[in-house]
Nanobody
């Protein structure tokens, strides 16, 4: 029901920052818990951050905690991922995700209803 389009990826030096955006259309955006996942070459897609559809509560994967911030602007149907203090190991394709119906936090791929197309983030050393 929801279509997601990511933007904001690119090449950045280690220690730098990027902000990813995910624009949604379709079902009412505020009804979805949203998340960010990432996948590096040769690795499984892994959870990065999530923000709930009730109360905008957040959870983060340990490797990004205190460096990344997820937020949402329901009026603009957009979710963001602010990435600070980037490290080479953050290099991956980043995917926006909408959780299945009534999922409060989306932290596993099993909980995802819709995926964005992905945006490449490359962090140079």
């Amino acid at each position: 029901q929801v279509q997601l389009v990511e933007s904001g990826g690119g090449l950045v030096q280690a220690g730098g920052s990027l902000r990813l955006s995910c624009a949604a259309s379709g079902r009412t955006f505020s009804s979805y818990t949203m998340g960010w996942f990432r996948q590096a070459p040769g690795k499984e897609r892994e959870f990065v951050a999530t923000i709930s559809w009730i109360g905008a509560r957040t959870k983060y994967a340990d490797p990004v905690k205190d460096r990344f911030t997820i937020s949402r602007d329901d009026a603009k149907n957009t979710v963001y991922l602010q990435m600070n203090s980037l490290k080479p190991e953050d290099t991956a394709v980043y995917y926006c995700a909408a959780g299945k119906n009534r999922v409060l936090f989306v932290t596993t791929t099993q909980q995802v209803d819709s995926w964005g197309q992905g945006t490449q983030v490359t962090v140079s050393s």
